[in-house]
């Protein structure tokens, strides 16, 4: 067998599933931020999705150590990906990547991925944080979602607002997203339009000049050259 092979599925295995694994990480974010006692009556649910999680990078953790070819030498040497399975929020650290990425160049769907992401996690988060807060508006899914929306795109209505301190921490959060959203989108945009003029600009940019090129000022110079030496090496009396 090729010893290169190993690597070679790993590698393969890891291009495939990471970004997806990425993006489920940040899909759970919500159960990172928000404190136990504020899940109330969703505590199931919540115990649920971390334990779904736990199966999920525990399978992703066994396919990964077969792909290696020492299945033990790479969980001893990826002790923190095991650490995961046992504390499934962790994995949000290593999602980092994806919005480190979503800032190059070229990556403009990523970036609104991971915003969208974020600005539905900081919705979720706010529910849990106001549904049972005194003189809170915000008291269902949808009422989050709708006020973190109309916060991403600046608009402000006011008909839903967040009264508890995490709440507004969460709407800073969101609005910094959004001020941020519009500044990498229109960079975006400005750039496009930047190349693309530079691309029509292109052929009628004049080339600069090849030393190895011959004008007919040249050619008649050589000319000239070559006639004065024909008449200077002619003898007496030959015509030229």
Known sequence: MDPEFPSRRLASYLNRTQTPLDVLALMTLWIVVVPPNDFGSWWREALAARLTLSAVYAVDLYFRAQFSGRPWYYVRTHWPSLVVVVIPPLRVVFSLRLIRAMFRRGHLERFLLAALL?????AVAVYFYE?????????TIGEALWWAMVTVTTVGYGDYYPVTFLGRVAALFIMAT???????????????????ASRRRAPFTEAPPNPNDVTLADLAERLARIEELLKSNAGPGTTP
Do not use: C, K, P, Y
């Open 118 to 122: 974020l600005v539905a996690n900081a």
């Open 131 to 139: 549904r049972h807060a005194a003189g809170s508006n915000i008291h």
């Open 178 to 196: 959004g001020i941020l959203t519009l500044a990498v989108v229109t960079a975006q945009v400005a750039s496009s339009f930047v190349d693309e």
